[in-house]
């Protein structure tokens, strides 16, 4: 549905954030024509305007949405900071549907104004004490800031950034609370790719090369991003959930930030990939002079290394659990939309388990490496299952699985179950 509105004609004047970064903010002059775009998103009717948004992000606004409320039933309170907010749709939520006590949405851009006071307005704003949302215009570095400066910590902060991110993170943790949940993204697909490998080196503080597996590297970098931030300031973070998405591409983690160094150190570490055998491993610190594999002695010719970056579980069961639980409740789970939702969850909760490594495998590449055309997924995961490894789909990758078992061997695994059904063609 579209209509037409006035909207202010804008002079641009500079506010960025990076003063190399030309950026601007907008001043009311006069009025043009605007168009306004209508959405639904789980029964909100909002206006996108003119904003940047993407319909394809409500399952990350979905997860976000969850947690905040799972957060907001144990502690019995949730003040929430929208850092970019867009037109809103994210602030609106997080006050509808997670109770949220308080929100602030915040856009650098004033042109937004009008349409996140429309959005917002579905709820009572409130007064003093009883206030429940409000809407600012700062660059989202200047307003964390502030929040720290002023000591006005917040229970969820969520930075829907564009590209690496990183910029964000140290202020970010500055003004969540301890205890509290930072909902951090990323877009930069070629840094995770390992195609730009200083520029990776430069936001993330790790070098990161091509590797088959590299959506999952894109989350694993930012989740050590934030672990190095973390660290120099004495806290350490846990991921509740790490979410990929092939429109953007987008990358979204949910961090809990806890007080104290990390007793999970040994998962800021670097990842090996053998290009000849197609085995990965995590190596520590304490290894990097033995990085090696069984397969070669030729190092500099088969392995491609990467780090340092977050080797840990990409995800935490019991909340994610939690969170399916709740999304059932809320009815969530009963239409199209809902069971995307679902089969998302319950593959995340699958890709916990602690045995399961860094990386996948992906099914193109096993076909390659056993040079035959591979049975379904599902009867190679069963396999697996049988010869006592631990496997599981990845959300990351519809054609690939997460598994403890080496290539080496599922490809003789493979080969294995090619067999009955050769000589069953030849009767």
């Not at 990350?60 to 929430?80: E, F, I, K, P, Q």
């Not at 997080?94 to 937004?112: C, G, I, R």
């Not at 660059?139 to 910590?153: G, V």
């Not at 593959?347 to 590449?365: F, W």
Request: hydrophobic residues 35%; contains cysteine; positive net charge.
């Amino acid at each position: 549905m579209s209509s037409l509105s006035l909207k202010p004609l804008s002079i641009p004047t500079f506010i960025s954030d990076n003063p190399n970064i030309k950026t601007f903010k907008f001043q009311r002059n006069i009025a043009l024509p605007c168009k306004s775009h209508c959405q639904t998103e789980r029964g909100h009717q909002f206006d996108v305007g003119d904003t940047f948004f993407r319909s394809e992000s409500a399952t990350a606004r979905d997860l976000g949405v969850l947690s905040a409320a799972l957060y907001r039933n144990t502690t019995g309170s949730l003040r929430v900071l929208d850092a970019m907010c867009g037109c809103g749709i994210r602030s609106l939520r997080y006050l509808a549907e997670a109770n949220a006590d308080f929100v602030v949405a915040n856009d650098a851009n004033e042109n937004t104004r009008e349409i996140i006071l429309g959005n917002l307005s579905r709820v009572a704003s409130g007064s003093g004490e009883g206030k429940r949302w409000e809407v600012n215009h700062l660059p989202a570095t200047r307003l964390l800031a502030e929040c720290y400066l002023r000591k006005d910590y917040f229970d969820l902060i969520d930075v829907d950034s564009f590209g690496s991110g990183s910029s964000y993170l140290r202020v970010a943790l500055d003004a969540v609370k301890l205890g509290g949940l930072l909902y951090i993204t990323s877009t930069d697909g070629l840094s995770s790719g390992g195609h730009r490998p200083q520029q990776s080196l430069a936001a993330y503080g790790a070098y990161v090369r091509p590797l088959p597996y590299s959506n999952e590297i894109g989350l694993r970098m930012l989740i050590g991003g934030a672990v190095r931030e973390a660290s120099v300031l004495g806290y350490h973070v846990v991921p509740l959930f790490s979410y990929y998405s092939y429109h953007g591409p987008v990358f979204r983690v949910l961090l809990q930030v806890k007080r104290g160094k990390s007793l999970s150190s040994r998962y800021y570490s670097f990842i090996s990939y053998c290009n000849r055998c197609g085995n990965t491993r995590a190596f520590s610190w304490n290894e990097l002079g033995e990085i090696s594999c069984p397969c070669s002695t030729n190092v500099k010719r088969s392995l491609v290394v990467s780090g340092p970056l977050w080797t840990g579980p990409l995800h935490n069961s019991p909340h994610l659990t939690e969170m399916m639980s709740l999304a059932d409740q809320w009815g969530w789970f009963g239409d199209g939309e809902g069971k995307n939702l679902e089969k998302l969850l319950k593959q995340m909760i699958d890709e916990s388990d602690p045995k399961l490594p860094v990386g996948y495998l992906n099914a193109d590449e096993i076909a390659s490496r056993a040079k035959l055309n591979l049975p379904p997924l599902s009867v190679i995961m069963n396999s697996l299952h049988k010869g006592g490894y631990a496997v599981s789909r990845s959300h990351i990758a519809p054609n690939a699985i997460k598994t403890d078992c080496p290539m080496v061997e599922c490809v003789k695994i493979v080969k294995h179950l090619q067999q009955p059904a050769e000589m069953s063609s030849c009767h």
